[in-house]
C-alpha cells in the first residue's frame, strides 16, 4: 500500500479579481487536501476539495504535469455529473459532489503518467495535491545533505558571500529546502533551483539551494546559517555553526 503524507491547506487564489477582490481572498478560501500523496502503481489516490465560504454550484479539477500548464480535467456540477475534457474520462477520474461546497475526486489506478500536481477551483484555487507514482523496483530513499561555504574569490571580488546547500541522492522528488539564520526563517537572498535534477545512474534526485549575505554578516562568528530539509516525513539539518567557518 503506498505511503500518503496527508495535510490539510486553506488558499484564496482568486480566477477572477474584481474590485473587491483582495477583500474576498481573505474571507472566501478553498480547502484542498492532502498536500501530497505517494502511490504505488496501480493503487488509488483520493482528493478532496471544499469551499469554506462559497457555494458555487460548480467545482473545477485541473492536472499539472511538471513543466507543463494547467489543464481541465472536468467540471462537476451540483446534482449532476461531471463534465470532462476529451482528454480524460470518468473510468480513471472519478468525481462527486458528496456536499454542496465539497467535491472529491479518485485518481483510479495509477501509473506515472498521472504523476502531476491537481488543483481543485471554485472561483479560488486550492493549494494543490502533489501526486508522486513510484517506479517499480526504486524504494523511498532519504537525501544525503551538505552545506557549502561562500567561496574566497566571490567574497573578494563581489563583496558578497553565498552559502549553498546541497542534498542528493533522495527519492521521490518530495523536497523543501529552508534556510534558517539565527534560528529565524530567511527568504531574502535565496534562489532554489526550480526543479530537481535526476540522475538515471544512481535513480536518484538531487536538489540544490543558494543563501546570498553580506560579508558583514558571514564574518560575524555569532551568527549560524542552517540549511532544513524536509522530506517526505523526515526533516534532516546541516548546519553551520558560526559565520566565518572555514576561513
Not at 481543485?120 to 513510484?134: D, E, N, P, S
Not at 551538505?146 to 567574497?155: G, V
Request: glycine fraction near 8%.
Amino acid at each position: 500500500m503506498g505511503v500518503q503524507q496527508h495535510g490539510r491547506a486553506q488558499t484564496g487564489v482568486l480566477l477572477g479579481r474584481g474590485p473587491f477582490g483582495a477583500w474576498l481572498m481573505n474571507l472566501y478560501l478553498i480547502s484542498q487536501w492532502p498536500r501530497s500523496a505517494i502511490q504505488k502503481p496501480g493503487e488509488a489516490v483520493t482528493m478532496n476539495c471544499y469551499q469554506n465560504g462559497t457555494a458555487r454550484t460548480n467545482m473545477l479539477w485541473y492536472q499539472q504535469p511538471q513543466g507543463e500548464g494547467l489543464k481541465l480535467i472536468a467540471i462537476i456540477h451540483t446534482g449532476l455529473s461531471p463534465s470532462y475534457e476529451k482528454d480524460f474520462n470518468e473510468s480513471k477520474f472519478v468525481m462527486s459532489r458528496e456536499q454542496e461546497r465539497l467535491s472529491v475526486m479518485t485518481v483510479k489506478k495509477v501509473t506515472a503518467r498521472d504523476a502531476a500536481t491537481y488543483f481543485c477551483a471554485a472561483i479560488y484555487f486550492g493549494a494543490g495535491t502533489k501526486l508522486t507514482v513510484l517506479e517499480v523496483g526504486l524504494n523511498i530513499t532519504s537525501p544525503k545533505v551538505a552545506i557549502f561555504p561562500p567561496s574566497k574569490q566571490e567574497i573578494k571580488e563581489k563583496g558578497k558571500a553565498t552559502l549553498v546547500c546541497l542534498a542528493r541522492d533522495f527519492y521521490p522528488d518530495h523536497i523543501k529546502m529552508v534556510w534558517q539564520v539565527n534560528d529565524a526563517d530567511r527568504e531574502d537572498g535565496v534562489r532554489t533551483d526550480e526543479f530537481s535534477t535526476w540522475d538515471n545512474t544512481s535513480k536518484s534526485y538531487s536538489l540544490t539551494s543558494r543563501l546570498r549575505i553580506s560579508t558583514q554578516e558571514w564574518f560575524n562568528s555569532k551568527n549560524s546559517f542552517r540549511c532544513a530539509v524536509k522530506f517526505h516525513l523526515d526533516e534532516i539539518q546541516y548546519e553551520v555553526i558560526r559565520g566565518g567557518d572555514g576561513e
